[in-house]
């Protein structure tokens, strides 16, 4: 397919150009059909109703989704933040009474909202999906079934690609400001990421100096720097003491910041990054660094960053 | 221009951010996306959630103290650059990306500043 081209040879709309670049990244099935429908499984698809879930899974913002199968049958859901909210539409569809009459779908509904995707996305149909506007009604709807719930139920994995490995279960360390002790598991990492090296470790002190005179108070606790500082006495005394207190906190929050628990890592924390004031805080190994930048310090953090690392 | 059409416009500008992207820090929902980079929903997700991280206690706590509350927090780390950019008038939309350690960062600052600014206060 041409970028930008239907499959009938049409223009695509402009709006739909950024969702089909979606699909194609998630390898999904992207075909557009007459009337702006897409085709999110063909007949030789074995699980249409895979293809389904994963479309609600993908849709956060709120989105009345208009399912069709090639049997002729059809629903429409209104759906966000990946969970379906109303059932607004069955045609075709045998049981779908007391979803419809639903103001907002709720636990007692999912056995019959699954029988209903079911009998919709049944073996060896085409299906289509339209995405449209929600209903005014929709949007005060903020509940729903979770869709992770509705492919649990169906024993369906929405990671799943084939050839693929399934991804790392996702975890859910909610950062809590001030917060203590959130259970840190790693998280999932890009192509990039996985082609990174181990992690390294860095020179705490050598990074500080690096950074030059913009970083005009710091200091290094734990690891072979221990106890070095620079700058005014009374700021570094400060630095000190919250370290003190916060240390371990303090190493929470990098976690949570960087992909790897304990992995090496830098970070600055300010009003605009580029002017006025920042505070630079870094762990190697056992080491923690923390200091105070005055002015831009983006380049030099990065320059700092690969001579430490050297 | 729409969130789409600017944040396309920050990656043709920096070949080196691998993904720019528009999040709702209330919600951990990152609502658009841009860039080179092979990610999918959950790797978005995780952005997310690093940026939540980054403007949270103790360090946020720290610099609110020291200087006032922060609205741009930087990551760096083997794996490349994290930028996470809060809006000044919605705190909760932010521009989350992942840059390459070569790209020119007082640029590419300035320039997401600039498009966050577009984006919020559009």
């Known amino acids: 397919m041409t970028r930008g081209t239907g499959r009938a040879g049409r223009p695509l709309n402009k709006a739909a150009i950024p969702i089909v670049a979606r699909l194609t990244a998630l390898q999904a099935a992207a075909q557009i059909a007459p009337g702006g429908a897409r085709v999110i499984a063909v007949a030789s698809v074995p699980s249409p109703i895979v293809a389904l879930l994963r479309e609600v899974n993908e849709t956060i913002l709120g989105r009345a989704l208009r399912f069709e199968s090639s049997s002729g049958a059809s629903l429409t859901l209104e759906v966000a933040g990946r969970r379906a909210l109303r059932l607004t539409e069955a045609v075709g569809l045998a049981g779908a009474e007391r979803c419809l009459a639903a103001g907002a779908l709720e636990d007692e509904h999912k056995d019959e909202l699954i029988k209903l995707l079911q009998a919709l996305a049944a073996p060896r149909c085409e299906l289509r999906v339209t995405s449209l506007p929600l209903g005014p009604a929709g949007e005060g709807v903020n509940v729903g079934l979770p869709v992770a719930l509705l492919a649990d139920l169906l024993l369906i994995d929405l990671n799943a690609v084939p050839g693929m490995a399934p991804p790392a279960p996702e975890p859910e360390p909610e950062p809590v400001r001030g917060g203590r002790g959130p259970k840190v598991i790693p998280l999932p990492r890009t192509a990039a990421e996985r082609k990174a090296p181990p992690a390294a470790t860095c020179d705490l002190a050598a990074l500080a100096r690096a950074m030059g005179p913009g970083l005009v108070a710091w200091l290094v606790s734990g690891g072979v720097s221990d106890g070095v500082t620079e700058g005014p006495e009374e700021m570094v005394a400060h630095l000190q003491g919250f370290l003190e207190e916060e240390a371990e906190a303090v190493g929470r929050q990098l976690d949570l910041m960087s992909n790897q628990p304990g992995s090496t890592v830098c970070s600055l924390l300010g009003a605009t990054l580029v002017d006025g004031h920042s505070i630079l805080c870094a762990r190697s190994g056992e080491g923690l660094l923390l200091g105070v930048v005055e002015g831009d310090a983006t380049q030099a953090l990065l320059s700092a960053w690969a001579a430490a690392k050297a | ?122």
Do not use: Y
């Open chain 2, 1 to 122: 221009m729409g969130v789409i059409e600017s944040l396309g416009t920050v990656v043709k500008a920096f070949p080196k951010a691998r993904v720019v992207a528009f999040a709702d820090l209330s919600s951990s929902m990152i609502l658009a996306s841009q860039g080179a980079e092979d990610i999918t929903q959950e790797h978005l997700d995780a952005l997310c959630k690093q940026a939540r991280a980054s403007f949270d206690d103790p360090l946020f706590a720290l610099s609110v103290e020291a200087f006032g509350e922060p609205h741009g927090a930087l990551v760096v780390g083997e794996d490349g650059v994290r930028v996470f950019l809060r809006s000044e008038s919605e705190p909760a939309d932010a521009l989350c990306c992942i840059c390459e350690h070569g790209i020119d960062l007082p640029e590419f600052v300035t320039k997401i500043r600039e498009t966050l600014d577009g984006i919020s206060g559009g």
